[in-house]
Each structure stands twice: as structure tokens, then as C-alpha cells.
């Protein structure tokens, strides 16, 4: 069982489908903590509801963003998580976060990286008008976005699509793709390599 805990920004529609595939055993783990950049989301409501300990932060918060990245890193490591999720977590996850938990940070972007990074992945690539975009779950580190590959989804984008049936079907993906990888991270089958790649074992 791995302990997680979960940092969000906003609706928390990703930690609601951590939640129930912990709760259908799809999942072998449990959130330890959430941590939330925003006082007042959804999210922390969904975490509340089900007992889980959460921390809310504010903006203020952010002034100092690596004094704030320390006290993140201290409640994590007390609340004694093995991984930190991030889950539409619209932070930067510092030094003192990727030090305290190196090659265990993991973050979701609802696109095929390395195209379409930033804030808005899924109106950029209907925007292009790609054909073919995705999901993609990936090692953290201090660039937004960036850091090695663990799994992808191609979700095609078909003729009819608008950019609101297309966030859509991108969602339905993220809700199953990251219960599924964090469970692979569970099982032990997710491998960071020399060469800076990952190996699904
Ligand atoms: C998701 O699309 C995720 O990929 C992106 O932010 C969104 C968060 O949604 N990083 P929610 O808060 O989990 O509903």
C-alpha cells in the first residue's frame, strides 16, 4: 500500500477519481493529506468529506514560495507519504519539495507532451487543430510540464468535436489513466533509469 498525498488547485475531479479507485480497491493506497495553493476549491470539500487532513494555502502564501514549498515538504514528510500527486496543482513544485521527495513527484497534463504544456493544454491543441491529442502522467520537476515520461493516452479529436466535448472526453481519460499509473507506481512496476527515462515494468 502506498501513502500518498495529493496537491490541487482547484475542482479536485482527479483526486475524486483517486478516491473512489481507492475505495473500489482498484487502487492499493491512501491519501495521507491534501494539499490545496487556494483556501477555498471543491477539492478540499471532496478530501474533507471523506475524512482525509487537509492543508489550505493562500496566495499570500506564494510570496515566499520556497519557505512555502518547506512547509509543504514537512507535512508530507510527516504525514509520512511516499508520493506527492499532483492533481491540478498550479504551483511550481520547488527544490525543497523535489529534494524531500526525489523521482516522487508525479503531475498529470491533459495533453500529449511535450506538446501543448502550460495552463491551458486542451484549448491549445483544438485551437491548432491536431488530430490526435492526450493525457499524458510525468515526474515533476522545476519546469512546469516538464520531467520524464510514465504513461500516455491518445484521445482523438473527431470532426464534431467542440472544445467542450473535447475537455470532456480529456477528463474521462485523466479520471481513469491516473488511478491506473498510480497503481503500476504501487506495485513497483514504474522504474526510473539511468538514462533519466522510465520504464514500465
Ligand atoms: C486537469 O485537467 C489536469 O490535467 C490539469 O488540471 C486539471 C485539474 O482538474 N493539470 P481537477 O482539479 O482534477 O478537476
Redesign the pocket.
Known sequence: MVKLGIL????????QAIIDAIESKQLNASIELVVSSKAETY?LERAKRVGIPVMALSRDDYMDPLATDERIAGALQDAQVDYVVM??YMRKVRNPLLAAFPNKII????ALLPSFPGAHG?KDAFDYGVKLTG?TVHFANEEYDEGAIIAQEVVEVAEEDTLESLEEK??NV?HTLYPRVLELIAQGRVIMKDNGRVAVI
Open positions: 490541487i488547485s482547484g475542482g479536485g475531479s482527479n483526486l477539492g492533481a491540478g503531475n498529470i497534463h491533459p486542451i493525457v480529456i477528463h485523466e
